[in-house]
């Protein structure tokens, strides 16, 4: 993939992307989506594609602060020459050739009126899945840009809400997780799944997802923090490793929980800046450097590294939490699929109760029940092709089959 090297260079699947949106454009088309896995590179790729088609003003848009700042980096390591035309909007700034914002700072008329509507030639919209939301319908009304380019791992909501036509219903190219590993453009994945004895049917259900204070009061107990950390010791013992919480107050909790156990730990998450924080943005981008260098082993979050942040050498993924959503089970699970030095494979350690959404983990890997081989001898249910195996724990088998 030529990380690391001095001149960066599109990768095979960038390569087929950049032709398949060349032709688009031949063709027409002013809009469109790249539907790529999460670890393919698609913030180089509309670099690439940029620099290919030459427009005098670009925007960028990213709905998080963090996804904003790692795309202008990866923007500046590749238009090395343009370094002093990029730059960061913040309601004030308008004057660069190629522009970053978030979406809370540009949606709003007052800085949308800054611009004429047809100042950007080109615009990329970043997690483009979102943009089905009031603050994006906002932009994408008002700017008419020569090209528009959509970029996401999930192209889909479940709000069931359609994106595609606000991108001229163009698909230009797909790769996602699976066609992704199978040609090993991303680590292969053993994903290993326990029974969690929390009993869900008494946490209250709001009609889509649990509540968050059952949670912390069912899940912050004695005996499962024993449970989660003897697997870990046991199975990941020297992985770099993210760990998914359903709260802030969770992931503080295992945080404390690892590091007495021995198992140096933070937590990051978003909780910043108020009367309650634990830290400000700028102890946060600190955490999240000292992680990268290796200072801390686990990082547990809530949903801060569902998109954008990258951290490549991560070998184990902790699913703490019910998974209740297909597009945040994808998103957290490509966290750890980037290929990286030493790296053989990306294990994930799923503590699976009886929730009402569980089955969605087997919908997100693209399985059923009946493709599972069991084994006897071990008391588990195992699927294996090619670099994907995936091994459930009977009881948790039999908690989908019971909720489907």
Known sequence: LNRGHKNISPSIPQQNALK???????????????????????????????????????????????????????????????????????????????????????????????????????????????????????????????????????????????????????????????????????????????????????????????????????????????????KYQELSSDHKTIGFCVSIDHAEYMSKKFNEAGIKSIAIHSKTESSESFFSIKDRDELLNDFRQGKYQVAFTVNMFNEGVDFPDVETILMLRPTDSLTIFIQQIGRGLRISHKKDHLQVLDFIGNYRTSPTILEGMKLSTTDFEFDAEKQLYLYDNNGFRVEFEEEVVEVFKSIL
Not at 47 to 63: G, S, Y
Not at 83 to 101: C, L
Not at 210 to 229: F, G, Q, T
């Open 20 to 230: 398949a949106i060349s032709k688009a454009r031949d063709n027409n088309k002013k809009s469109g989506i790249v539907a790529m896995a999460t670890g393919l590179g698609k913030t180089y790729l509309s670099a690439l594609d940029i620099l290919k088609f030459k427009p005098k003003r670009v925007l960028f848009i990213a709905h998080v602060l963090e996804i904003l700042r790692k795309s202008k980096n990866d923007f500046e390591d590749l238009m090395k020459n343009k370094f002093n035309d990029i730059g960061v909007y913040d309601s004030g700034e308008t004057n660069k050739p190629i522009q970053f914002a978030t979406i809370q700072s540009i949606h709003k008329r007052k800085n949308l009126e800054k611009f004429d509507p047809e100042f950007f030639d080109y615009i990329v919209i970043d997690e483009a899945h979102h943009a089905a939301a009031a603050t994006y319908l906002k932009v994408l009304e008002y700017f008419k840009p020569k090209f528009l380019l959509g970029l996401t791992a999930t192209p889909f909501r479940n709000d069931k809400k359609d994106i595609m036509k606000l991108f001229g219903n163009n698909y230009f190219y797909e790769m996602y997780q699976e066609q992704a590993i199978r040609e090993g453009w991303l680590a292969n994945i053993v994903y290993k799944g326990f029974f969690d004895n929390v009993d869900y049917s008494n946490i209250r259900w709001n009609g889509s997802k649990y509540d968050i204070d059952d949670l912390n009061k069912l899940l912050m107990i004695e005996k499962r923090d024993h449970a989660i950390i003897e």
